[in-house]
């Protein structure tokens, strides 16, 4: 078991001599992306060892990108939908995981304030754009689907996965149990707000479209005021909350982050816009044939928003909470997670109400009534193991297995 120590007070006062305007601990101002995590665990071990070889978690990335040629190639060449579709998805992947790596490169060179407001807008991105093109496509469905999805994923997959890795090397795992009870009623009220048109709708005989759609509007502009109001308590009034001080090497970090020069902020922006750009595009192609090929499948539009669009669009985050696990960094993990799902009720969930308003597609937060009790499950399910601050792996099967059972109800679930 690793052994880790609070950084002493000196080192801070060297560390902020030499680099001022770089914080000695990890980045974490608004833990509400895998991303995030990223940039906290490269300020905590990128400068504190030496370079190692290329790894097997940067090889995958680079070998999946023969999928963005071949994608490109499957669709000129007519092979068929679903060559496209299953080249399209694949080419997702390695994309998301450049955008994530870009967006964590530029967060560490800015610093903690602009770096965080960056993890904030571009921690989801892969989600928030194929989201975005799925709504111009008018697959409202699917896009509806899509958000309970990424929330069920996160708080149910995502945490999952980290708790019963970590767990299977340590035999009980701690975390601050303040950051998950702050996160987790931030998504209770989130949920709720999110569930407030669905209930209206099956309490009452409101069944006209137009007010529907104006209390969407209005739950998602107060779900956009509490995301602004989140960000300010993270990375003003109540940071500390998010800064994690436990370091392997005090001294070593110091002489790692001498040695070893920041990344390059133009090139990791270009990385950054190209991977954005390249997403939106696989995207597209991967949008335009999901229709035809999960009906043939036999996938439902709420399974396949649900379940299918989730689990392409964040592998990234997948690999990340689980790398973080086993390294014992329990409070970077469950804020991440936790925060990962708050994301995309209060920002992205807004978004798209908002974006849809403004192209023509309107969308309301008018869900499936099996979705609200899903997220109302996952969120309480949540909530009573993260609200302990100790964690271990039959935490995570618990998880997990809500998970599953919850992904074969959807898919069984009728039209």
Known sequence: ????????????????????????????????????????????????????PMTLKTLIPLVLLVFVPISIAADLLHWGNFAVFVTSGLAIIPLAIWLGTATEKVAVVTGPSLGGLVNALFGNATELIIALVALKNGLIDIVEASITGSILSALLLLLGLAMLS??????????????????????TLAVTAIALPTMVIYTSNIVDADTIHNLSLVVASVLIVVYGLTLLFSLKTHSYLYEVGLVDEADSALEAAEEKPLPQLPLWIGVLLVSTLAVAFESDLFVS??????????????????????????????????????????????????????????????????????????????????????????????????FGGRSNWLDGTLLLATYIVLGVAFYYHPI
Request: hydrophobic letters at 45%.
């Open 1 to 52: 078991m690793e052994d880790t120590a609070i950084i002493p007070g000196s080192f801070l006062n060297q560390f902020s001599k030499r680099y001022p305007g770089l914080s000695p601990f990890p980045l974490s101002p608004f833990p509400f992306s895998p991303s995030s995590l990223r940039v906290s665990a490269s300020l905590r071990f990128k400068y504190s060892f030496p370079s190692r």
């Open 166 to 187: 970590g767990g299977l090397r340590y035999k009980e795992q701690e975390f601050k149990p303040v950051l998950a009870r702050v996160n987790g009623s931030s998504m």
């Open 289 to 386: 044939v999901i229709e035809p090929e999960t009906a043939r499948l036999g996938l439902t539009p709420l399974f396949t928003g649900v379940i299918l669009i989730p689990l392409i669009s964040d592998v990234a985050g997948y690999v990340t909470v689980v790398r973080l696990a086993v390294k014992n960094q329990m409070d970077l993990t469950v804020s991440t997670t936790t925060g990962d799902s708050l994301l995309i009720a209060l920002f992205v969930a807004p978004v798209l109400v908002f974006v849809g308003q403004f192209i023509g597609q309107p969308i309301d937060l008018n869900f499936n009534p099996f979705e609200v009790v899903a997220l109302a499950i996952a969120v309480t399910i949540n909530n009573l193991i993260s």
